[in-house]
Each structure stands twice: as C-alpha cells, then as structure tokens.
C-alpha cells in the first residue's frame, strides 16, 4: 500500500524559507515519478515541481522557479520541496504526488495516481 506523508509546512513571513518533506512508503523512487502541487483556497491545484524517477531532472512552474528545489533522499525514502524567498502568493496546501515511471512526467494532477494528505504553508506580508 503506498503512503505518503508531507511535513514541515506552517507559518513563515515573506522573504522566508521553508523545507516541505514527503515521505514515502510503499513504493520506490526508481518506479515512480514525484511531483509537489499545491492548492490555494478557491483556486484549482496547480503543479510546483517534479522530479523524474532517475532523480536527476527536475521541472518547475514558471511561478517558483529559481526559489523552489526539488530533492530526495534514497535511503530515508523521502522526497524534499526546498523554498526560499516565499511570497504570500505562496500561501496554500502543498501536496506530494507520485506517479508510474512508464507513464512519464506530468503536471496535470489527474496523472497521478498517488498523494499525500497536504500540509499547509502560510506566508505572511
């Protein structure tokens, strides 16, 4: 059964930073692609990032590129969403995704198969 567990949301003042963390079990890195979305209240979820299953692409949204980074750890199974210089456009729940290898890289979040419950990321003006 795959899970996925995000953490390290919470309330952060503009010009901050913060590491969002999704832990994985039940699945293999080398089998899936990983993708962070996020979803602001009233607003459809929209797609941050993703990292392909080799781990060495990463894609971003034109919105966070250059101040999010996208990393994984194999042996702790978890994967990283990096962010510095937070804006409150940033506000929203921040989802982890992972989707079949064989399927490609995405970023429509229909794609993908498995998520996280969500952690929320505040950022304050």
């Known amino acids: 059964q795959v899970q996925l567990v995000e953490s390290g949301g919470g309330l952060v003042e503009a010009g901050g930073s913060l590491r969002l963390a999704c832990a994985a079990s039940?699945?293999?890195?080398?089998?899936?692609?990983m993708a962070w979305f996020r979803q602001a209240p009233g607003k459809e979820r929209e797609f941050v990032g993703g990292?392909?299953?080799?781990?060495?692409?990463?894609y971003y949204s034109d919105s966070v590129k250059g101040r999010f980074a996208i990393s994984r750890d194999g042996s702790e199974n978890t994967v990283y969403l990096q962010m510095i210089n937070l804006e409150p456009e940033d506000t929203a729940v921040y989802y982890c995704?992972?989707?079949?290898?064989?399927?490609?890289?995405?970023?429509?979040?229909?794609?993908?198969?498995?998520w996280g419950q969500g952690t929320q990321v505040t950022v304050s003006s």
């Open positions: 039940g699945l293999t890195f080398g089998a899936h692609n």
């Open positions: 990292l392909s299953w080799g781990g060495t692409r990463t």
């Open positions: 995704a992972a989707r079949d290898r064989n399927r490609g890289p995405s970023r429509l979040p229909a794609d993908y198969a498995y």
